[in-house]
C-alpha cells in the first residue's frame, strides 16, 4: 500500500473510531517522518486541545526522552495526566512503508469514569461485615458477663473447685448467657474447663431447677 492509501486508511480508521466511542474519545494520525509529528488529521481534538498541524504532544512538560523508541514501539492503553488535570488512556500505533511512518493516536479521557468509580468505591465501602460485628459484640458482651460472674465468686477459674464453677454456670444461666452464639466453648475456654464439663454442669443445673432445689444467686 503506498503511502497516500494508508493515508486514507487511517483518516478512515480514525473517523471510525472516534464515531464509535463518542467526544471523550480523540483520535489523530500523526506523521512521524517530519520534525515534531505534526498531526495530519484529527477527531474531537478538545480532548488535548491540539488540531491539525499541530505538534504539540499529549504528555505536558515530562522532560528529556529518548524520541527514536517512542517511534519505533506501539504503546497500548497508558495511563497520561493532561496539562489541565484530566486523566486519559492514551494508545499509538506505529504504521511503517517504505515511503512513510504514521502513527495512529487513540486518546480516551476518562476523568469521569475515575471519579465516578471513586465515587462508587466510596458508595460501597463498608466499616466491617455485619454478622461478624454481631458476633464480636456478643463475644464481648458475654465476657464482661462472665468477668462480673467470676468477680462475685471471687476465685480465679485456676483456683476454683466444682461448687465454684457450678455458681458461675447458675448465673451465667439466670443470666441467659447460653443464648450467645458459641457461649458454651467461650465459657469453657475462662473456666479452664472442657465443653462437656460446662453441658453437663448446665444439665445438672436444669434437673436441679426442675426439682425446685436451685440456689438463687
Do not use: W
Not at 139 to 165: F, H, N, W, Y
Not at 195 to 205: D, G, I, Q, S
Amino acid at each position: 500500500m503506498n503511502r497516500e492509501d494508508m493515508l486514507t486508511f487511517l483518516k478512515n480508521e480514525a473517523k471510525g473510531i472516534a464515531v464509535m466511542f463518542g467526544p471523550n474519545c480523540e483520535t489523530l494520525v500523526h506523521d512521524m517522518t517530519r520534525p515534531g509529528h505534526p498531526i495530519l488529521v484529527i477527531y474531537n481534538g478538545s480532548v488535548t486541545g491540539r488540531e491539525v498541524g499541530s505538534t504539540a504532544d499529549i504528555f505536558g512538560d515530562i522532560g528529556d526522552y529518548d524520541e527514536t523508541v517512542y517511534q519505533n514501539k506501539d504503546y497500548t492503553n497508558q495511563l497520561v495526566l493532561s496539562r489541565d488535570g484530566r486523566t486519559l488512556k492514551s494508545t499509538t500505533f506505529n504504521v511503517v512503508g517504505e515511503d512513510y511512518h504514521f502513527a495512529l493516536g487513540i486518546n480516551m479521557d476518562i476523568t469521569n469514569m475515575v471519579r465516578a468509580n471513586q465515587l462508587l468505591s466510596e458508595m460501597t465501602a463498608t466499616s466491617g461485615d455485619l454478622q461478624q460485628t454481631l458476633m464480636q459484640d456478643a463475644r464481648s458482651q458475654l465476657e464482661e458477663l462472665l468477668r462480673e460472674c467470676i468477680s462475685a465468686v471471687g476465685k480465679e477459674p485456676a483456683a476454683m473447685k466444682k461448687t465454684d464453677r457450678m455458681r458461675v454456670i447458675r448465673m451465667l444461666y439466670k443470666r441467659r448467657a447460653f443464648t450467645y452464639q458459641k457461649s458454651v466453648a467461650i465459657v469453657a475456654e475462662q473456666l479452664c474447663v472442657s465443653r462437656y464439663t460446662v453441658y453437663k454442669y448446665m444439665h445438672e443445673l436444669e434437673e436441679a431447677e426442675a426439682a425446685g432445689s436451685v440456689v438463687q444467686d
